[in-house]
């Protein structure tokens, strides 16, 4: 009976480097949502995908961010050459199809932190 | 996308009902609204959904009223386990499905 799992839990970098979270959805869940979270502020959408699909990315900033839910495999959400600002709860939900009544599953988050 | 608008931040003391209200003036016929749970350093977690009326579980209640511009998370009893941050959703988005969350409430429950 396992929940949405991300990994890692905490991930520490170094500006310039590049940070690759995984999330892997519930079984039999086909939709993820990442989310990115600051201290003391609420959850703000970054993008949302079915496998191998992107149904909508207009939360995550153009450059450097990106995000992939393959046929086979966790999603990934990956930031290139992360800054300091970087820095956030980095949280992933999944949800078995969409529809107005759906609820979401959520992991228990990735803390980023950028050296 | 219908907006929801909720108080910031609410204190309460243990064995009280804590009724935290949420508005969403542009609610679309087929939005659900959604209530979900958050607690430090953890992801949000489902507490009740309700379309119109009244629903309960056995966490909590929710008030609908007929216009469903907005709606009322009723914690009854709460303890110092529910201080948490509470999220109002309405959706998702009838064009892409995405979910947005607002500011939410922080809850704060006392001895």
């Known amino acids: 009976n396992a929940g949405v799992m991300q990994n890692p839990r905490h991930l520490v970098r170094r500006r310039g480097q590049e940070a690759r979270l995984r999330c892997s959805p519930m079984?039999?869940?086909?939709?993820v949502y990442w989310y990115r979270q600051l201290p003391e502020e609420g959850l703000k959408f970054m993008v949302y995908?079915?496998?191998?699909?992107?149904?909508?990315e207009s939360g995550m900033p153009k450059e450097r961010f990106s995000a992939e839910f393959p046929k086979e495999g966790p999603s990934i959400l990956r930031i290139q050459q992360v800054v300091r600002g970087d820095s956030a709860a980095y949280f992933c939900?999944?949800?078995?199809?969409?529809?107005?009544?759906?609820?979401?599953?959520f992991g228990s988050g990735t803390q980023l932190s950028v050296l | 996308l219908a907006k929801t608008t909720q108080p910031i931040s609410m204190d309460s003391y243990e064995g009280q009902e804590v009724n935290i209200t949420c508005s969403h003036n542009n609610i679309a016929t087929n939005d659900y609204i959604t209530w979900y749970q958050q607690f430090p350093s953890q992801g949000p977690r489902f507490i009740i959904q309700?379309?119109?009326t009244k629903v309960t579980n056995e966490v909590a209640s929710l008030f609908i009223p007929a216009d469903r511009k907005s709606s009322t998370l009723s914690l009854p009893r709460v303890s110092l386990s529910d201080t948490a941050v509470y999220y109002c959703?309405?959706?998702?988005?009838?064009?892409?499905?995405?979910?947005?969350f607002g500011t939410g409430t922080r809850l704060q429950v006392f001895p």
């Open positions: 995908l079915q496998k191998e699909n992107i149904i909508d």
């Open positions: 309700g379309y119109k």
């Open positions: 939900a999944s949800s078995p199809a969409p529809g107005q009544d759906e609820k979401l599953f």
């Open positions: 079984k039999g869940h086909s939709h």
């Open positions: 959703l309405v959706g998702p988005d009838y064009n892409t499905d995405k979910l947005i």
